[in-house]
């Protein structure tokens, strides 16, 4: 009974090319995060949805686009990748501001 | 600015013993949160305790307490009952503002549980 699911588990491809990760929860919560791992395992926030619209966009690329077509999925879009793209992306949500967040099991990209 | 600090980049414990990880905070919101969450080799990021920066009591949930010294901007989480499985990334992180929708993270304390 999976709550946070992002697909997919494993993203391999070249510089300069586009792809798009996919996240859904089926938590009934209202807001949606984007944080990105690095390789020293350091979490930074990217963007946040709630109820669709963006609330939180941290000094992210241009490249990077989310995207909500309704509050249960939050879907991230990136152009013309860089080898320093390469990261875990996590897809996370929440209830309110008083709950923690549920992670997605995250999704390795590798950009070679 | 607000700012989470772990100084522990890594930590030893026994099976069985109590280990505390280390976690400091910044921040001149009077309203925040903070939690505390595990990342096992697998990789998923899973919670395990918060506190209310106005709650009275420390948090515990079962082998997990959280040592919260408000003054000292302090929130270290105490494990009891080291078991092998609880070697893992651990992560300090702070919600505030209101409403909690943005985590800064710290940057993790390795813990290895020896046999």
């Known amino acids: 009974d999976t709550a946070v699911s992002q697909t997919p588990k494993y993203l391999v491809t070249q510089m300069g090319n586009d792809k798009s990760i996919k996240c859904e929860q089926n938590?009934?919560?209202?807001?949606m995060y984007w944080y990105k791992q690095d390789s020293k395992k350091f979490l930074k926030i990217m963007f946040s949805y709630n109820n669709k619209e963006l609330i939180i966009n941290e000094t992210v690329p241009n490249r990077f686009s989310p995207k909500s077509p309704d509050k249960a999925h939050l879907n991230l879009h990136i152009n013309s990748l860089e080898l320093g793209d390469s990261a875990v992306y996590f897809c996370?949500?929440?209830?309110?501001?008083?709950?923690?967040?549920?992670f997605g099991n995250g999704t390795r990209l590798t950009v070679t | 600015a607000q700012k989470i600090t772990q100084t522990q980049p890594g930590m030893f414990v026994q099976e069985k013993e109590a280990v505390t990880l280390d976690c400091t905070y910044d921040?001149?919101?009077?309203?925040?949160?903070l939690f505390w969450y595990k990342q096992p080799s697998s990789g998923e990021m899973i919670f395990l305790i918060y506190q209310g920066s106005y709650d009275q009591q420390n948090a515990t949930e079962g082998r997990y307490s959280l040592n919260f010294q408000k003054a000292r901007k302090s929130a270290n989480l105490v494990i009891s009952a080291s078991q092998l499985g609880d070697s893992a990334m651990y992560f300090c992180a702070m919600g505030f503002s209101g409403g909690y929708n943005k985590l800064i993270f710290g940057a993790g304390t390795r813990l290895a549980v020896h046999p």
């Open positions: 921040t001149s919101d009077p309203s925040y949160g």
């Open positions: 996370a949500s929440t209830r309110d501001s008083n709950s923690p967040l549920h």
């Open positions: 938590l009934g919560h209202d807001t």
